[in-house]
């Protein structure tokens, strides 16, 4: 047990050791543009970081703003993992959301936490759903996954839309008057604050919805590393002949990851839904939850645990921005930041390069010294 | 004597190593001199000083006589001196004169156009002046290997180089390229090029070279002429103890057929006939050979039979229970373990874990895991008996498997494929790459599976390694068995003949008569 957490340990620092360079690095180039804008960065700094951690309700904010894009990181990252680049997190989180809202509405008068029950797996079958199609696609037809799960956004953009409009709508299920947004879920429909239960976390919005998430990043960990099914997406990702010749069958495998990656986007959707905004409303654009979680995935170095901790620094990020506002501060700098972070992670094929390098001659060294070691030996 | 190159005391110290310590090194003026060592025994640092890649921690380069320091390529260029590397440098769209003038482009009189058709001629110029027959026109992506190694060593030869070093040229060649590879570097040779070559086949040295200097474990041991010396002194000299080259086999009577393939017809990726009709039968307790050479059938042939290819027509039994249909996991389960012939592609998931990569293909059985999860106990117990038993040289089970040498990659492979103890093993080019010690080991290990009652099914190009492990041959041409012979019966000419197409009564009888196959 001991050496298990050694070992995941190890494995957290190599795969975070490039994230915490762009990190710093981020900070670092943040720092400047404050101080170019006339400001001291100790100050802004510090703002950052009252805002997000001084006290229970600070830190109960930032995991609000962590929870939904822990679930679209750990999204992304299942399926980076097995060498698929979904970046149709944006369609499936709105697919989730929708269904969220129609089983809440339908089934209202079951009880509270059979309710919450399907309504998250619901949203889990119809982000998986929608992520499948571009899944069956690219395995049975070949067809890049980037290019479908890209249009399937704006599919699912306008599709939610028209529900929103046509379907959902308070005009409809209620007689009332028209809205640009879907009927609101029922209280028994909703997540529990958790300030409705723990007076200290005060004005902070955080809901029941962060325990999901951190529950499905530990879950996405064990069924990673800890099953069969894990094995062979990773292996497929890594090296899909490999994975072929050993068995494991493609189109399976990419069908599979697709439906997982999507299910926890459609999860996010619900989770968000249910959590703070109660409502679908009609929109130009898709929500952004979706795109920020190839952020946290790439900076949790597409490790599940990893998500966790990224997921926590884009919280800490967008929530302290609104203090660092009130010190004059302008909040575009945190958008600056977590850009320099992204560029620093996209780019660390350059220190990965540094690394190589050097991991190489340790590599020349080592068969040096085995054979050195086995100097006369016979076989 | 006058040396174009020499290298004096040379010692590379990388932290916490010797990769060179305190090596000489002399090459004369027209002569093919043969860099001789194992995978890691620092022949490759060598010429990588030489060539500017590194700087040498002590020790003093004279080219021509004169003392030079050797900063980077484009200096060892400026010298004289060209590299071929074993990964090819092109750029597979080009043209062969467009990749051969690249970055020193002749221009129209105006200075600014790319004057093709002057290249095209510089080209043919050098291809002619040298005997190095290339179509200036033809894209690199249309020509075999061995012809895109002779517009890289082209590329050399337009860039003035005196000196040519070609690292591990024979790795990727067939039989009949590496003789002809033979007699294009004799003939710079006697045009006046000097000639390294770095390689650790042995055979090669005795056919191509004038002298040899063998290096082990960054110590130079010997430097002698090619004449004085034979294939067993410097097996010893370059892995430092005794080295069989035959393989210890018994005759041994064949039992029941195991494995049959009858009218096999597979497609390649582009959609082409790739086996036209193959059938053979393998019986337990022998090795039967598939002898050809590369790009022949063997590949698609193989995936076929391992369900990772669709057969177009044909049947396909194993122990007479048709296996056709079966996927890849059902085939494995059936008993056939697969040696592959691309050890990185498909053999190893590289970024893995050994261990993990101990149970590829059977790791959604017992006691490997229950109800899909994975017991790494029991999964690092076995990697750790499987190191044991096979000897794979590595610090523990949890290294990459993309970090071990060829070597015992290939160790590991085998390991993981032997244990099973299957019906049948299909080794494809199971020693490709590898090194003396190494193949020594592969081909112990394929004997002991055949002594084991197991059918085993070689797919190999090296015309040695199929005398030396076969029971029976079949020689594979355009996707067609030309001929099945016995071991006992066949000579490498008639093999040769029949390689190449040949008839097999005109082989036949032309081994009879001992007529040499270049007169085919």
Partial sequence: MRSDIKRVAVQLWLTLRFPLVSIVAGLLVGAILILIAGKSPIIAYTALFQGSFGGVDKIGETLFKMTPILLTGLSFSIAFRTGLFNIGGEGQFLAGAITAIITGWFFQDLPHLILILIMLISAIIAGGAWASIAGILKAKMGIHEVITT????????????????????????????????????????????LKDVFEIFGRSSVHTGIFIAIGCALFMYFILFKTTVGYELRAGGLSPDAAEYGGIKKS??????????????????AVNVMGITYYVAQSSTTPGYGFDGIAVGLVGGLHPI??????????????????????????????????VIIVFIASQYIIKIVYKKKKEKEIKREKLRAEQGNEGEVQ | ??????????????????????????????????????????????????????????????????????????????????MVHQHFMLIKPFTVAENIILGNEPVTHKGIQLDMKKAIQNVERISKEFGLKVDATAKIQDLSVGIQQRVEILKALYRGADILILDEPTAVLTPQEIDELGIIIRKLADEGKSIILITHKLKEVMAMSDRVTVIRRGKMINSLDTKTTN??????????????????????????????????????????????GVDFDVRAGEVLSIAG??????????????????I???????????????????????????????RHKRGLVLENSLAENMILGYHHQMPFSKNGIINYEKVHEHAKILIKEFDVRTPDENVKAGSLSGGNQQKAIIAREMYKNPRLLIAAQPTRGLDVGSIEFVHKKIIESRDNNQAVLLVSLELDEVMNLADRIAVIYDGKIMDTIDAKDASEKQLGILMAGGDRKVSANMNSKGMSHDEK
């Avoid at chain 1, 939610?160 to 008057?177: D, S």
């Avoid at chain 1, 399976?252 to 959707?269: P, Q, T």
């Avoid at chain 2, 790009?295 to 990772?308: F, R, S």
């Avoid at chain 2, 027509?313 to 056939?336: A, C, P, Y």
């Fill in chain 2, 312 to 342: 177009v027509s044909g049947q396909v039994h194993l122990d007479g229970i048709d296996i056709k249909n079966f996927t890849t996991r059902e085939i494995m389960k059936s008993g056939v373990s697969h040696i592959p012939e691309d």
């Fill in chain 2, 293 to 310: 050479v590369d790009g022949n059938g063997q590949t698609e042939l193989i995936e076929a039979i391992t369900g990772l290819r669709e």
């Fill in chain 1, 306 to 339: 990893g998500n966790i901790a990224s997921s926590f620094l884009f919280g800490i990020l967008s929530n302290g921005a609104r203090r660092m506002q009130l010190e004059g501060i302008p909040k575009e700098v945190i958008a600056i930041i977590q850009g």
């Fill in chain 1, 150 to 193: 890209i249009m399937l956004n704006y599919t699912a953009l306008y599709l939610v839309n028209y529900i929103v409009r046509a379907v959902m709508n308070p005009q409809i299920l209620m007689g009332t008057k028209a809205e640009a947004h879907t009927v609101s879920l029922p209280d028994v429909a909703r997540l529990t604050k």
């Fill in chain 2, 231 to 276: 294939t067993d002194d410097l097996a010893e000299m370059m892995v430092g103890r005794k080295v069989k080259m035959e393989v210890d086999k018994q005759n041994k009577e064949s039992g029941e057929v195991i494995f049959s393939v009858k009218g096999l017809k597979v497609k390649d990726n582009r959609g082409l006939d790739a086996v036209k």
């Fill in chain 1, 252 to 269: 399976k495998n990419i069908i599979m990851a697709m439906g997982i990656s999507g299910g926890l986007a459609g999860l996010a959707g």
């Fill in chain 2, 1 to 82: 004597m006058s040396y174009v190159v020499e290298m004096k005391k040379i010692t590379k110290v990388f932290p916490g190593i010797i990769a060179n310590d305190d090596i000489d090194f002399h090459l004369k003026k027209g002569e093919i001199h043969v860099l001789l060592g194992e995978n890691g025994a620092g022949k490759t640092t060598l010429m990588n000083i030489l060539y500017g890649l590194y700087q040498p921690t002590s020790g003093e380069i004279c080219i021509n006589g004169e003392v030079v320091n050797i900063k980077d390529p484009n200096m060892a260029i400026q010298h004289g001196i060209g």
